[in-house]
């Protein structure tokens, strides 16, 4: 047991995002990304300025471009072609989503889990919540997916922090030879940190001025219903998504005890059980494509 006097939420989170804030960062060019395109002043020239100054992120966005995820016609061999195809906001979260699996690396904390697992994790939910976006037209869906593989940023808050702490949680999950944890890791996080992964995302992502949606989901992924409805619906996605990704074999779910998605959640999205059997069966292929497009 830790024997750190405990602290407020507010200030767990607080010292936890102070500490990492000099540790793990988004590339200053992703930052400018999301200020630019946050700007409703802002061109598509504008931001092919910023990207041009990056070859290594130019060749990454191009790679995702011309992947079988987006299916467009030929080969699109510029950013100006990307941006006119797929618009700013798609550019930005691709942008994102190539410098964040710098975050994910690192070796295994315990024989249960490493940063790596979170990551492959992060690209299923990520997957299932494009899947889920697609199927309810809700035309967000580069933003789902963006919101998808950033859910879980709080966990590498807590590792890059106190990894000690993070081990004792997960050795108090009692975690069975099926991958299910035993106990509720939000429970055991707040007795151990103060604060949970939710706590700590939100947190990271009000740092890092990241638009309120994806501050949201990294906050309430857990708990959607404490969100007033306006803002609830790629929140609940994401919540929906986090279970079909733990279903797969071998993915990161120690934060989940039940991978049962709850009536409500359906409800709020208006999907019926038979329409998530489809997506089901839809992820691992769609997930094949995602995993090679971010390698």
Same mark, same amino acid.
């Given at each position: ?32 990304? &999301? ?22 992120? #130019? ?45 994910? @690396? ?16 992060? &690209? ?31 966990? &590498? ?7 000690? @702490? ?38 990271? #992502? ?11 989901? #990294? ?77």
């Amino acid at each position: 047991m830790s024997n750190v006097q405990p602290l407020t939420k507010e200030q767990a989170v607080a010292a936890a995002v102070r500490e990492i804030s000099h540790i793990a960062t988004l590339p200053e060019i992703t930052l400018k990304i &999301i200020q630019l395109v946050e700007s409703p002043t802002s061109t598509a020239q504008d931001l092919h300025k910023v990207i041009a100054n990056d070859p290594a992120l #130019c060749s990454r966005i191009l790679k995702v471009v011309n992947s079988a995820f987006y299916g467009l016609p030929g080969q699109i061999g510029s950013i100006n072609r990307a941006i006119v195809l797929l618009g700013l906001n798609a550019v930005k979260n691709i942008a994102i989503a190539a410098s964040l699996a710098k975050l994910f @690396r690192g070796g295994s904390l315990t024989p249960n889990f490493s940063a790596k697992d979170l990551w492959t994790h992060s &690209i299923a939910t990520a997957t299932a919540s494009k899947l889920i976006a697609d199927h309810i037209k809700l035309g967000l869906t580069d933003e789902c997916f963006l919101a998808g593989l950033i859910h879980d940023l709080g966990v &590498i808050v807590e590792i890059q922090y106190d990894r000690h @702490r993070l081990i004792e949680v997960i050795g108090r999950l009692n975690v069975n030879d099926d991958g299910v944890p035993q106990a509720d890791m939000l429970e055991i996080e707040n007795e151990v940190f103060g604060a949970n992964h939710q706590d700590f995302g939100f947190g990271l #992502c009000e740092k890092w001025k990241f638009p309120r949606t994806f501050v949201n989901v #990294c906050g309430f992924h857990h708990r959607p219903f404490e969100l007033p409805e306006e803002s609830r619906t790629i929140v609940s996605i994401i919540a929906v998504a986090d279970r079909l990704a733990g279903e797969l074999p071998g993915n990161f779910r120690l934060d989940q005890m039940s991978t049962e998605i709850p009536s409500d959640l359906l409800d709020d999205l208006k999907l019926t059980r038979e329409q998530i059997d489809s997506i089901r069966s839809k992820l691992p292929e769609h997930l094949d494509q995602v995993s090679a497009m971010l390698a």
